[in-house]
Structures are given as C-alpha cells and as structure tokens.
T-cell receptor, first 114, second 112 residues
Framework: EPEVTQTPSHQVTQMGQEVILRCVPI?????FYWYRQILGQKVEFLVS????????KSEIFDDQFSVERPDGSNFTLKIRSTKLEDSAMYFC????????????FGPGTRLTVL | GQQVMQIPQYQHVQEGEDFTTYCNSS?????IQWYKQRPGGHPVFLIQ?????EVKKQKRLTFQFGEAKKNSSLHITATQTTDVGTYFC????????????FGTGTRLTIIP
C-alpha cells in the first residue's frame, strides 16, 4: 500500500541553524501539507500546497519557513533560523484529489533544537 | 481564529467499558474528520462527516455530526486494548478553505 515517507526520522540542530525536512507524498496525490505537533499537544496546520504554490498558510508559518516541491516527488519544509520553540514533530500529509478526502500522514520528523 | 475543543482531555476506562469524546468548534464547519494517533505514531484517518446530523458507524465506533455542524462526537462501544491512543477531530471551516483545524484531542487509555 502506498504511503507518505519522511526523512530524517529525527533531526537535532543548534539554535539559529537551517534545517530541511523532506517528504515524499503518495505519487498520484495533488495536495500537500505540513503540520507540527509539539509533544503532547494537538496537531497544528502550517501550510498547504497545490499546483506548485502555497494555497494557504497559518500564522505559525512566518518568513522563517518555506516549502518547495523541487522535482515532482519530494516536498520539503525549510526552517531558515531555528528557534528553541521550533522543537516538535513535523508531519507531512497528502490528499489525492480534493481537500474533502482523507489526509494520509507520514511518520513524522522529530526536530530537536538545542 | 477558529478553535476546536475536545473533552475530555484524558479518559481512562476499564476494558469493555464504553468511551465517548466530544468535539466543539467555535465556527460552523463544512465537514469534520476524525483521526486516531497511537502513542509515538502519526494521525490515521478514521472517517469524514459532511451532512448536518449525519451518523456513521464503523464496527464498534459511532460518529455523529451535530445539526448545527459545530459539534461532533465519537463513541466506542466495549473498548479493547487496541483502542488505546489519542482521538482527534479536525474540521474544515468552509468550502474552498484548505486549513484543517485539529481539535485538542482526547487521550484514551485502557485498563486491562
């Protein structure tokens, strides 16, 4: 069964450093998302991406964040200058054809900022 | 902004007992989805409700969408140890809006 994959599973970085989190959505899916989940808390929407552009973003997704789909298969989230409060689990998700379909989540990347 | 609250935050039940989590949105929703997240895992889609007053069943799970499309509930009958996890509702506010807002979640633990 196709699934969303994410790498790395765990990323440790120093405050102020740039990180890139990578996702490979399911191949015939058209909508892509990034979420974050601080330990023990709810899942928070960061950004949605469709047709090679951001379609919606939350207030969390400030100028330090960017997304890219560089090659038609990967979907990346970049944090330019990490802060301690960026420590969280980051989930990528994709949807096949419509925002009203189920979202398929990847296993997540745990980001630890020291 | 839109807020989606769930109660209770935690629920401990004896195996075989029933469990219910309630979801309330500050705004009317176009649809609501339910996800389950096992400890250490990622959210997994359970179901989607679209119509006002809709009720759907999946084996021991019953999902309901309120008449005003601002609240929803998930009821599990005769819980099993495999039901352990956090249950999240997640709503879309209006058609064309792509921001899925997750509820605060209810963590279910089962006492064998």
């Amino acid at each position: 069964e196709p699934e969303v994959t994410q790498t790395p599973s765990h990323q440790v970085t120093q405050m102020g450093q740039e990180v890139i989190l990578r996702c490979v959505p399911i191949s015939n899916h058209l909508y892509f998302y990034w979420y974050r989940q601080i330990l023990g808390q709810k899942v928070e929407f960061l950004v949605s991406f469709y047709n090679n552009e951001i379609s919606e973003k939350s207030e969390i997704f400030d100028d330090q964040f960017s997304v890219e789909r560089p090659d038609g298969s990967n979907f990346t989230l970049k944090i330019r200058s990490t802060k301690l409060e960026d420590s969280a689990m980051y989930f990528c998700a994709s949807i096949r054809t419509s925002v009203y379909n189920e979202q398929f989540f990847g296993p997540g990347t745990r980001l630890t900022v020291l | 902004g839109q807020q989606v609250m769930q109660i209770p935050q935690y629920q401990h039940v004896q195996e075989g007992e029933d469990f219910t989590t309630y979801c309330n949105s500050s705004t009317t929703l176009s649809n609501i989805q339910w996800y389950k997240q096992r400890p250490g895992g990622h959210p997994v889609f359970l179901i989607q409700l679209v119509k006002s007053g809709e009720v759907k069943k999946q084996k021991r799970l019953t999902f309901q969408f309120g008449e005003a499309k601002k609240n929803s509930s998930l009821h599990i009958t005769a819980t099993q140890t495999t039901d352990v996890g956090t249950y999240f509702c997640a709503g879309l506010r209006n058609f064309g809006n792509e921001k899925l807002t997750f509820g605060t979640g209810t963590r279910l633990t089962i006492i064998p």
